[in-house]
Nanobody, 126 residues
Framework: QVQLVESGGGLVQAGGSQRLSCAAS????????MGWFRQVPGKEREFVAG????????TYADSVKGRFTISRDNAKDTVYLQMNSLKPEDTAVYYC???????????????????WGQGTQVTVSS
């Protein structure tokens, strides 16, 4: 079992920045791929950013490329999402997730995520 807890959400003005954190516990989280996803009411959960277990590979949704950065600190079993130049359309509940498969790449499909955090709300005002 892997437990994930997100933090760092809140209200921010358009053009501003925010950093989300995802703390992992349970099994050794440093061997797992990690990703960020988001969801708005009435829509499916969508991929935002992903990172391989060793941090050497990253991938981003086109909508956030150049504005968001995923990173991880394996010593702290924590993954971050730095969000810059935020737009109102970035408003969503943000979730971190992992496939739960050791030494894997990254997952972009929410259906491949084995473990989810509880989510944190990010609201960007115009």
């Amino acid at each position: 079992q892997v437990q994930l807890v997100e933090s760092g959400g809140g209200l921010v003005q358009a053009g501003g920045s925010q950093r989300l954190s995802c703390a992992a516990s349970g099994r050794t989280a440093s061997v797992y791929d990690m990703g960020w996803f988001r969801q708005v009411p009435g829509k499916e959960r969508e991929f935002v950013a992903g990172m391989s277990w060793n941090g050497r590979s990253t991938t981003y949704a086109d909508s956030v490329k150049g504005r968001f950065t995923i990173s991880r600190d394996n010593a702290k079993d924590t993954v971050y999402l730095q969000m810059n130049s935020l737009k109102p359309e970035d408003t969503a509940v943000y979730y971190c997730g992992t496939s739960g498969s050791a030494f894997g790449g990254f997952v972009r499909d929410p259906r491949e995520v084995g473990y989810w955090g509880q989510g944190t709300q990010v609201t960007v005002s115009s």
